[in-house]
């Protein structure tokens, strides 16, 4: 079974342009969120999907990021226009699904993509 | 609201030796808790996850956590460090009165000397 995978692993891009992540899950995983660790610091929680719905974007920095997933299947997170304190590396993770009260379901994580804004 | 603190950024231990890795959560509500190991260039591996069926949670590669809850820790150890083992460790817990993210410690980065 194919693990979570994101894209580019790498990224290095100039103040003010645009980037966009992807992540494609564990097939057949409902859920779907993102996580950024910046430098020296924990990772932080981004947003949830539940399918295409977003369940939960509380974490999103501002109205810079734009995170989609269409079909309920592989996610993209734009970020526009980016800046510095964006840098960092955005990992995503997958879990199956979702169910009210269990809330062990194990998230699965991919390799991240470290973003490099100058 | 729930938090987890990690103990100790970075972790030298001789080759041979017990590892142990701490954290603290903090939970108004009977938590579920993870632990990950980050290997160079790579993702967010599970290594165990405590889910209130026992307090004893054995893991991968020898790893296992204790959970208690007097204590509100979550510990991680191995009696006998491996080379292998130096990586980048994570607590995390469940947000259980949500969406169930997780909430991260700051990590800790385990070293292992020859």
Redesign the interface.
């Known amino acids: 079974e194919a693990?979570?995978t994101q894209f580019p692993s790498h990224s290095v891009i100039e103040k003010g342009q645009t980037v966009t992540l992807r992540c494609d899950p564990i097939s057949g995983h409902d859920?779907l969120?993102w996580?950024r660790r910046v430098m020296g610091?924990?990772?932080?929680?981004l947003l949830?999907f539940?399918k295409e719905s977003k369940?939960?974007e509380s974490?999103m920095p501002n109205n810079r990021f734009l995170a989609e997933r269409t079909g309920g299947t592989y996610s993209t997170l734009k970020v526009q226009p980016a800046e510095l304190e964006d840098s960092g590396v955005y990992?995503c993770?997958s879990?199956q699904e979702?169910q009210w009260g269990t809330?062990?379901?194990?998230?699965?994580?991919?390799?991240?993509t470290r973003l490099t804004v100058l | 609201a729930q938090s987890v603190t990690q103990l100790g950024s970075h972790v030298s231990v001789s080759e041979g030796a017990l590892v142990l890795l701490r954290c603290n959560y903090s939970s108004s509500v009977p938590p579920y808790l993870f632990w990950y190991v980050q290997y160079p260039n790579q993702g967010l591996q599970l290594l165990l996850k405590y889910t209130s069926a026992a307090t004893l949670v054995k893991g991968i590669n020898g790893f296992e956590a204790e959970f208690k809850k007097s204590e509100t820790s979550f510990h991680l150890t191995k009696p006998s460090a491996h080379m292998s083992d130096a990586a980048e460790y994570f607590c995390a817990v469940s947000d259980v009165s949500g969406t169930y993210k997780y909430i991260f410690g700051t990590g800790t980065r385990l070293k292992v000397l020859a």
């Not at chain 1, 610091?41 to 929680?45: A, R, V």
């Not at chain 1, 809330?103 to 991240?112: I, L």
């Open positions: 693990g979570v859920n969120y996580y610091k924990e990772i932080k929680f949830h539940v369940q939960d974490g990992f993770a879990s979702w809330g062990a379901d194990t998230q699965y994580f991919g390799p991240g």
